[in-house]
């Protein structure tokens, strides 16, 4: 299965700025995915990253405030823009290199002071 | 609209006990479902199941699949406090689409 590295582990950020989340996967990956994981609560989908093309964001998500880059085939990132302390949650990325083996990354805990 | 249900939301045991996990879902275009453990950040992968009827072991927990009642349970069996954690249970149409996922069971098992 594929190994992915997520970066940075942890960030406490003031409200207002921006902070971008990387993964770097170490395989060919056609699509990748971005969960956020709100603290009690399950794991949201919040937008699929095609290389090549715009991200496909979720009801509830746009693009001025979760931008998404996707410049090749092993990596892609998300920034959480103007952030506020509802932003504070666990950011995940995801690959599916291998048809159903699903693997993630090891996650990025997001604080907003 | 799709979606995957699992029940109890938490679940509080002691040592030695065993559980089962529930997962049922109404979703179109099936291809698998699967279990994952969280602890910390990172979901861990448990099972995937495709099959019905066929069950999935690893150690202590097992996984089956009911195709036709539209639902699959984890079993853990001779729990340890190393077994706490969330349980997340999710549907997976194809290698090129997202799992979409359950609430999540928070297992805690107290010595």
């Known amino acids: 299965s594929a190994v992915i590295s997520q970066k940075p582990s942890r960030d406490i950020c003031q409200r207002g700025t921006s902070l971008t989340i990387q993964c770097q996967v170490d395989s060919q990956v056609t699509m990748m995915f971005w969960y956020r994981q709100q603290p009690g609560q399950s794991l949201t989908l919040i937008a699929t990253?095609?290389?090549?093309?715009?991200?496909?964001?979720e009801s509830g998500f746009v693009i001025d405030k979760f931008p998404i880059s996707r410049p090749n085939l092993t990596f892609s990132t998300l920034t959480v823009s103007n952030m506020s302390p509802e932003d504070s949650s666990i950011y995940l990325c995801?690959?599916?290199?291998?048809?159903?083996?699903?693997?993630f990354g090891s996650g990025t805990r997001l604080t907003v002071v | 609209e799709d979606k995957v249900v699992q029940s109890p939301l938490s679940l509080v045991v002691h040592e030695g006990d065993t559980v089962t996990l529930n997962c049922s879902y109404e979703v179109t275009n099936f291809r698998s479902l699967l279990w994952y453990k969280q602890e910390k950040k990172a979901p861990t992968f448990l099972f995937m199941l495709?099959?019905?009827?066929i069950e999935k072991k690893s150690g202590r927990l097992s996984s089956i699949l009911d195709k036709k009642e539209l639902f699959s349970i984890l079993n853990i069996t001779a729990t340890q406090t190393g077994d706490s954690a969330i349980y997340l249970c999710?549907?997976?149409?194809?290698?090129?689409?997202?799992?979409?996922f359950g609430k999540g069971t928070r297992l805690s098992v107290i010595a």
């Open positions: 999710a549907w997976g149409p194809s290698g090129n689409t997202p799992l979409v």
């Open positions: 495709t099959s019905s009827g």
């Open positions: 990253a095609n290389q090549g093309s715009e991200a496909t964001y």
């Open positions: 995801s690959v599916s290199p291998a048809n159903y083996g699903y693997t």
